[in-house]
């Protein structure tokens, strides 16, 4: 019979060869072992796939004539589980060829699975299914911060970036270990301790502090001496929300007793730098802690005048000069009236060269007070911004700009009165509860002597004249000074807070031989004269840098509670167990089912499970990834230094999850929801109406609205484009793989990559059409392209659009002034066509019919979620082995509409989870 069909082909390959194969697929098919009822039909391939697949055709496809089964090879295993999953799917042989018989095909796909579920239950067999890993920077971050006590502690940037497999940075696959790394984890844990140290030195007594406008030189600069002759970007006094040109003008004093709350400095313009806004440098957070900040102030309006000036572009491909007149508004700032609308105040913190967003408040007409609470650093000040003002950036002479939110009339601004800090608003005031894990009770003396002295950074006020506040609240400057641990037994104590300090840190039992090994690393230093705090640092540091501090522990098999508890709170607090969890752990109570249940609620409901959330999102749908591209300055130039909408649509992302988990709403939201969270910027981007400030908010969304689901939202759209143009390649491809689950091969070497054409004479769909005639692509494109093509209708930022952009077209250009005040212009080219017909054939014509169809079945939604939440949870892969299981995870939470949080529950209690 093989003689025969080779003969009746004429082109395949010799008989030796078709029998080599087919026979390596029969036995292949057996080797799980006799208990296997079905192997795979020798004859299914030749009959079936042969054809096509016989390395004769195309040397891209796929020859099945040279393949054999080869399980210990992961990329052989791999190309067979997609033949598996082809032919179950029914999508191989394709449409037009001979349909082989039902039962035929079924005892094929079912000897296969056999095959590989075997294949890889015997090489997991040994370590189980998770890799042994180390905690990923993040993990470790968080570690520290929980043991020691200090939330505020910024290590993570100290450490390598992480590697990552199957997108997530969990896996021992990725997570490598060199002697950088581990000089990186001393380094970070000595920080660490020493910022627990500082702050049990001086703790700081709350206090209140109100900082006046007018007393910072940053918002004082409205004499042209200081700031050159822009007006733009010069500060104004303000009261009452009006003008005082002769406070401006030097004739009277900038602030007096009777007007002290009510005195203001006006701005119509942002910071251009993303130092982000006009510094409060008259104080200094005096300790690390979290802090209560209110901001007062109100919206003017600035009345401006008009000048006539010229400016020029380059059009098209001509590079002649093409002049305008444009009419430029000035503000007079000796013309100030009450304002019009509301204006986002953006709150920052600034220390250590390092500028961070913090928090945001409204100001309205009529004076505000916002408040906010943060976290912040010793040291570290505050600076606001009125984050939708323009930010004046000066291109070639002075006179190339202009206030795109000005009018014939005047344009918008904001003043600003205060800002009063109160705090540090410790729960314990000490903040003791790192130095007591560390030392107990053993006091902390300064110490002149270097050779025994711990130098710690500490804030030292160093404020000049009348002091305008509790001790501490002036101007700081940090400064080092030496401490010592004092103990009147060294070696004692140092057994007695080493054992302590490991049944912490080694988030299990802890065996002698690892508190002996660390006490021999105290006394050599102890012994070298070291002093006892130094001494003992050294052994914690060489603990918090070891195995049992860096790595998860876990055996092969059922986990122990201790692991147990280790990967619970990974997986939903990106750090180690807390003292519930190691108590539970302790008493062998955590494995059953409705202890970990109850336990999975504390910690979602914890606010600790943010982290979660965020760490998640960052890699499910790489949100990490927000600033890798900047929009076009050439196409885009609207969005450039758009912080505010770039920040919500993060926020929106992570807000949206969290909305999910928290309710438990069905997995299918991720596809298509009838809300989504907002605040004002984003509604705007969105063109959704009555969205107003800066608070998040749920939003019931219009019943035609584009918007919806995670796909959707501006972050995911932006971090699927590259800033210039959009690919429905990349988007799609995208998309299969991080929503629907659908893992699609690279193309093959000799596939060119199809551009977008920024020229606008054709569309990326009539390139795709020339691309797909290429039967190699074809079948990968059928899969990835229609998602992509329904995203067609939104930009690199997310927002809508009805025609491309392009550099040249034969439409007009359309002009406008981006948010640095530099003139921009783009053409329209042509439509955008947003429909496209799913693989089983069904067709969208845009991308609201098309997440209709998705939803339609609810469980590929869920199942993908799923994988994604397993993979993060216990750090290993979903192989085909384990599909089974994710299906009966899928079971437990179908009840619900397999809601989000009842997946959470449904893993914790599986054996993917519960096992190693």
């Avoid at 039909?41 to 089964?69: P, Q, Y």
């Avoid at 039962?103 to 042994?132: Q, T």
């Avoid at 140290?197 to 502090?209: D, F, K, N």
């Avoid at 995911?716 to 299969?736: E, M």
Wanted: aromatic share 8%; net charge negative; charged share 30%.
């Amino acid at each position: 019979m093989l003689r025969h069909r080779s003969l009746r082909d004429g082109r395949g390959p010799s008989l030796l060869r078709r029998l080599g194969v087919a026979a390596l697929i029969l036995l292949g098919g057996r080797s799980s072992g006799a208990a296997d009822s079905a192997a795979p039909d020798d004859d299914f391939v030749m009959d079936h796939c042969w054809r096509c697949h016989d390395g004769a055709i195309d040397e891209d496809r796929l020859d099945l004539t040279a393949l054999a089964f080869e399980p210990d090879d992961p990329a052989n295993l791999a190309v067979w589980i997609r033949v598996h999953d082809r032919v179950k799917a029914g999508e191989m042989p394709p449409r037009g060829e001979e349909r082989p018989d039902p039962a035929r095909r079924e005892a094929f796909v079912e000897g296969l699975a056999r095959s590989i579920v075997a294949a890889e239950r015997a090489a997991l067999a040994g370590e189980g299914r998770a890799v042994r890993r180390r905690l990923n920077r993040h993990e470790y971050e968080n570690a520290l911060r929980d043991l020691l006590g200090v939330p505020w502690a910024q290590v993570a940037d100290r450490l390598p970036e992480d590697g990552e497999a199957h997108h997530f940075n969990k896996s021992g696959e990725a997570l490598d270990v060199s002697y950088l790394q581990v000089t990186r984890f001393m380094d970070s844990a000595d920080y660490a301790m020493r910022l627990a140290m500082a702050r049990h030195v001086e703790p700081a007594a709350r206090a209140t502090l109100r900082l006046y406008a007018r007393d910072e030189r940053s918002l004082r600069n409205w004499w042209p001496r200081e700031n050159g002759t822009l007006p733009d970007r010069l500060s104004f006094p303000v009261l009452d929300a009006h003008a005082q040109p002769d406070v401006r003008a030097d004739r009277a004093p900038a602030t007096s007793p009777e007007t002290r709350d009510r005195e203001a400095v006006g701005k119509v313009s942002s910071s251009f730098s993303d130092a982000g806004g006009y510094g409060w440098n008259g104080w200094r957070a005096p300790a690390a802690g979290r802090y209560r900040v209110r901001v007062a102030g109100y919206t003017i309006w600035v009345a401006g005048g008009g000048v006539a000036r010229w400016f020029f572009e380059g059009q098209g491909d001509e590079k002649a000069p093409v002049y305008h007149t444009l009419l430029w508004h000035r503000p007079n700032l000796d013309e100030v009236y009450p304002g019009r609308r509301d204006e986002p105040i953006a709150v920052y913190a600034q220390g250590g060269g390092q500028t961070r967003p913090v928090g945001a408040v409204d100001f309205t007409p009529e004076p505000t007070v916002g408040e906010i609470e943060v976290f912040l650093r010793p040291g570290e000040s505050l600076r606001t911004d009125g984050s939708r003002l323009f930010r004046t950036r000066v291109s070639g002479t002075d006179e190339q700009y202009v206030n795109p939110l000005a009018t014939e009339d005047g344009m918008p601004g904001y003043a600003i009165q205060w800002v009063e800090v109160d705090g540090p608003l410790n729960d314990d005031p000490t903040g003791g509860s790192g130095y007591e894990l560390l030392f107990g009770r053993l006091p902390l003396m300064p110490t002149e002597d270097p050779r025994v002295g711990v130098p710690l950074e500490l804030v030292a006020d160093t404020s000049a004249g009348e002091r305008r506040g509790p001790p501490g609240f002036g101007r700081a400057a940090t400064r080092e000074v030496l401490h010592e641990v004092r103990s009147d037994a060294p070696r004692e104590d140092a057994e007695r807070l080493l054992r302590a300090f490991l049944a912490r840190a080694y988030r299990r039992p802890v065996a002698q031989a690892d508190v002996q090994r660390l006490l021999r690393l105290f006394d050599d230093q102890f012994g070298q004269g070291s002093g006892f705090g130094r001494s003992l640092l050294s052994a914690y540091t060489a603990a918090l840098a070891s195995p049992g501090f860096v790595f998860v522990d876990e055996a092969p098999g059922r986990l122990d509670d201790h692991a147990l508890a280790t990967r619970l709170s990974l997986f939903l607090w990106n750090s180690t167990p807390d003292e519930t969890l190691r108590e539970l752990a302790d008493r062998g109570e955590l494995g059953g089912p409705e202890v970990l249940r109850a336990q999975v609620e504390r910690l979602l409901d914890y606010p600790k499970s943010r982290r979660f959330v965020d760490a998640f999102t960052d890699s499910w749908l790489d949100l990490r990834k927000i600033d890798d591209t900047a929009p076009s300055t050439t196409l885009y130039n609207d969005y450039e230094l758009d912080d505010p909408l770039k920040l919500a649509a993060v926020e929106e992302t992570r807000l949206f999850f969290a909305e999910l988990l928290r309710a438990d709403l069905p997995s299918r939201n991720v596809v298509d929801s009838e809300f989504t969270i907002l605040n004002e910027r984003l509604a705007e981007h969105y063109g959704i109406q009555d969205v107003s400030g800066v608070r998040f908010r749920r939003v019931t969304l219009p019943a035609d609205s584009r918007r919806g689901g995670v796909m959707t939202q501006a972050s995911v759209l932006k971090v699927t484009a590259n800033g210039t143009t959009t690919s429905p390649v990349l988007r799609g491809h995208w998309i299969t793989e991080r929503i629907l689950g659908l893992e699609t091969p690279p193309p093959p070497p000799t596939v060119k990559a199809v551009e977008p054409d920024i020229r606008g004479a054709v569309t990326i769909r009539q390139q795709l059409e020339k691309h797909r005639a290429n039967v190699s692509c074809a079948s990968c494109h059928r899969t990835m392209d229609p998602p992509g093509f329904a995203l067609e209708s939104f930009d690199v930022m997310g927002g809508y659009r009805e025609r491309y952009r392009a550099v040249s077209a034969d439409a007009p250009p359309v002009r406008g002034f981006g948010l640095n005040g530099q003139a921009f212009a783009f053409h329209d080219a042509l439509p955008v066509d947003s429909a496209g017909t799913l693989p089983d054939g069904r067709p969208f014509r845009d991308v609201r019919e098309f997440k209709a169809l998705l939803v339609e079945d609810e469980r590929p939604i869920a199942r993908n979620l799923a994988r994604q939440l397993t993979i993060f949870a216990t750090g290993a892969p979903v192989r085909f082995s384990d599909r089974e299981e994710i299906e009966r995870i899928l079971d437990a939470a179908e009840p619900g509409r397999y809601g989000v949080r009842s997946i959470v529950h449904a893993i914790v209690q599986s054996d993917l989870f519960r096992n190693k």
